[in-house]
């Protein structure tokens, strides 16, 4: 997950959000209709079944629905959708309308090849788990199944049927996602070893394609897709990137009027907060500490499984002080794992957050905290304990690290911390491995429903690293998604209750959730921005004059 927010960090993008609508009343557009962007690190796949991020990418990779304002799906390649009485059966019409970016049209069969090459286990899908709950899915990536058997089918060019294991309340939204957009066979035929290598080996769906990308290169551009069915809508002629990881450089950049908009670091907000070109945009991804309750040593495995030890640990962290001297942007503190004004109550329009809130549970109280930690400690039959924090050590990382490392000394008597900080590929390959006390963690969500969270802490989850284990959590969130999934309210309060328990068992420690912050040439309108899903949205983006 942390490439994940890295491509979403990587290239900076903010700006107005406006409905979902090609025409803006009263717009008065620029000559040059172009964006210049920065991006941290290069793109490292174009290849949607191998990509380990998908927060741009919904430019180029349309699939049936995309997302629009505030989330809502909006159209996508799917002129027509069908479903059945008991939710289990999708039936999508395919736009007339719909092709590629070398001009070959969208049939039913391109789905289905694209969706049986991702969940392919030797195609190694960073996401193939978004596919749970379509029919065969699981028993397919897990190599128990042939991809033959996935529950798809192309009954003609124009329609395209999916059949599911359980209703999914959410499904329309999954499909807004750019990993169920369409691959052409006859691309992949055509170039062969060279496919998704180069900008050039690659076919488009969505409003934009992309040019220049060599699979190394600091530079490349989104361009306008004359193929796309909704052309007219958009008014980009080019997006450019360029690669420069350095937030000084970025800034110097946007001074100079050579890039529209640039991500501030935490220092740099600080400075630029009262600027009139300061905007900040929050999104769906929530900051925790994750304990590995399988951890190599006997004497700190047994404090990770003691549920005393987690609570002191939680409460003895004061997240508006991270917040306030360490992080400094516009972040704010979690309420619980699922983000806040991210989902919202189907009958009371409640925030799931706020309904879902127990008082105690994530907030400082140092008093409470060596009350527990002091009970834990007597559990445990010790009087000190090291503990390793594992965390990386790009950007504020190792700063948050050292934060947490010296406030738990300090409220914890006894404790003793030792700072892992090492680069993000090497941290995330040692949490995968389950190589660590405590993990500096995150989740980002890929689309809006708690269920995007919640999935991640079950006992068979591929994410839930600290293999934390409680039945009664496994089984609310397989009735949400199951018994309870035709029934809003009940499936609601299903979610509500498993947040509650991992609350209540302190399975993880949520500290904060991220709001970044930007400056934005304010001549640039018209971008959507999202916190699920793909978070940019250039389709009806301008430059006004």
């Known amino acids: ?81 069908k479903v059945s009485k008991d939710g289990m059966t999708y039936t999508f019409t395919i736009r007339k309308d719909a092709k590629f970016s070398d001009g070959s049209k969208v049939t039913a069969d391109d789905f289905v090849y694209s969706w049986r090459r991702t969940l392919t286990p030797s195609t190694k899908a960073q996401y193939a788990y978004l596919f749970e709950g379509i029919k065969n899915a699981d028993k397919i990536n897990a190599g128990k199944m042939k991809p033959e058997k996935l529950g798809v089918e192309a009954p003609n060019k124009s329609t395209f049927v999916v059949h599911l294991d359980r209703p999914m309340t959410y499904f329309k939204v999954l499909m807004s996602y750019p990993l169920f957009s369409p691959i052409s066979k006859k691309a992949v035929d055509k170039y062969g070893s060279k496919y998704a290598t180069k900008s050039q080996y690659m076919v488009y769906t969505g409003p934009f394609k992309i040019t220049g990308w060599n699979g190394t290169g600091d530079h490349w551009s989104f361009v306008k897709n004359n193929e796309y069915w909704d052309k007219k809508a958009v008014h980009l002629d080019k997006v450019n990137y360029s690669v420069n990881g350095n937030p000084q450089t970025r800034l110097n950049l946007y001074q100079s009027k050579k890039i529209d908009m640039t991500q501030l670091s935490s220092q740099q907000v600080k400075n630029y907060k009262n600027n009139k070109d300061y905007v900040t945009q929050p999104y769906s991804i929530t900051m925790f500490l994750q304990y590995n309750m399988k951890a190599k040593s006997d004497i700190n495995r047994r404090a990770m499984n003691n549920k005393n030890i987690r609570y002191a640990i939680s409460l003895a962290v004061d997240r508006k002080q991270l917040l306030g001297k360490v992080i400094g942007d516009a972040s704010t503190t979690s309420k619980g794992l699922v983000a806040t004004n991210f989902a919202n109550n189907p009958k009371t329009k409640q925030d799931f957050a706020k309904e879902a809130y127990l008082k105690g549970t994530v907030d400082y109280d140092a008093a409470k905290a060596k009350e527990y930690w002091n009970k834990g400690l007597k559990e445990l039959g010790v009087k000190k304990l090291n503990l390793e924090l594992l965390s990386d050590n790009e950007g504020d990382d190792q700063a948050i ?87 809003p309210e009940k499936r609601w309060n299903d979610m509500i209750k498993a947040e509650q328990v991992v609350m209540k068992e302190q399975a993880v420690s949520p500290m904060y959730q991220t709001v970044f912050s930007y400056l934005q040439n304010p001549k640039i309108k018209g971008i959507i921005h999202n916190t699920a899903g793909t978070q940019w949205s250039y389709k009806y983006a301008y430059v006004a004059k």
């Open 401 to 487: 690290s050292q934060f947490y490392g010296s406030q738990l000394e300090k409220i914890l008597p006894g404790l003793k911390m030792t700072l892992t900080n090492i680069p993000s590929q090497v941290a995330y390959s040692r949490a995968t491995k389950g190589d660590f006390d405590i993990y500096v963690s995150h989740w980002g969500a890929d689309f809006n429903d708690p269920i995007s969270y919640l999935q991640i802490l079950q006992s068979h989850s591929g994410y839930n690293y600290g293999k934390w284990n409680n039945k009664d959590y496994d089984a609310l969130v397989n009735k949400a998604q199951g018994a309870d999934a035709n029934d």
């Open 1 to 81: 997950m942390k490439k994940w927010i890295g491509l979403i960090i990587a290239i900076t993008g903010i700006g107005a959000i406006l409905a979902g609508c090609g025409a803006h009343s009263g717009a008065k557009y620029a000559d040059k209709q172009e964006l210049n962007l920065s991006a941290d690190a290069p793109l490292d796949t174009i290849d949607l079944s191998k990509a380990n991020g998908f927060g741009q990418t919904g430019n180029v990779f349309e699939s049936l629905f995309r997302l629009g304002e505030k989330g809502k799906v909006t159209p996508g390649l799917a002129s027509q959708t």
